[in-house]
């Protein structure tokens, strides 16, 4: 059974540009979350999405976003790409009605 | 609104040496309080939740921690370390059932060095 995954496992992009990244859940999980986690820090929620809609955010601005899929799989989309936005994105899921979360290994985003 | 803090952004100990990860909370409902592990370009771990129930948690890899809400602490402990334990501990709160999202709100982490 194929825990969390997400694609790719690190990416360079320059300012300004704009990038995707993907997560499938765990088999059986219906709910994802991301995270953002920047070097030295602990993870911050971005948002949550159930039954293809985004059910809360986190203190993100409107440049990230994302979208869930049939499959229960996600992407996070963030635009105008900052230096700042450099850091291990992690996604997270679970089976709606539980409390614990899996998290997948995380993609290394790194803005020059 | 909820935070976390772990006190000591580094801990070195002994391997065979008690382990021990301070964390507090603050949380405005009752809490769910989680501990997690992260190894080297890796992501996060479960070692141990708490959810209300008893309040001495036994989690994976010899870990336990203890839910005291008059000291609205949750400390992560571990009798003898090992040199497989050196990682990123986390500590991570959550509104429990008030929130059915179970958002994690985490610290800002503890590194574990284990010296042989």
């Known amino acids: 059974d194929a825990g969390v995954t997400q694609s790719p496992t690190h990416l360079i992009k320059t300012r300004g540009q704009q990038v995707t990244l993907r997560c499938s859940p765990k088999?059986?999980?219906?709910?994802v979350s991301w995270y953002q986690q920047a070097l030295g820090q602990g993870p911050q929620f971005i948002f949550q999405?159930?039954?293809?809609?985004?059910?809360q955010r986190g203190n993100f601005p409107d440049r990230f976003s994302g979208h869930q899929f049939p499959n229960y799989s996600s992407e996070l989309n963030v635009n105008a790409l900052l230096l700042g936005d450099s850091a291990l994105y992690l996604c997270?899921?679970?089976?709606?009605?539980?409390?614990?979360?899996?998290f997948g290994p995380g993609t290394r985003l790194t803005v020059t | 609104a909820q935070s976390v803090t772990q006190l000591g952004s580094h801990v070195s100990v002994s391997e065979g040496a008690l382990v021990l990860l301070r964390c507090n909370y603050s949380s405005s409902v009752p809490p769910y309080l989680f501990w997690y592990v992260q190894y080297p370009n890796q992501g996060l771990q479960l070692l141990l939740k708490y959810t209300s129930a008893a309040t001495l948690v036994k989690g994976i890899n010899g870990f336990e921690a203890e839910f005291k809400k008059s000291e609205t602490s949750f400390h992560l402990t571990k009798p003898s370390a090992h040199m497989s334990d050196a990682a990123e501990y986390f500590c991570a709160v959550s509104d429990g059932p008030m929130d059915s999202s179970y958002k994690l709100i985490f610290g800002s982490g503890t590194r574990l060095l284990v010296r042989p």
């Open positions: 999405y159930y039954e293809e809609e985004e059910r």
């Open positions: 088999s059986g999980h219906d709910t």
């Open positions: 997270a899921s679970r089976e709606v009605r539980d409390n614990e979360q899996y």
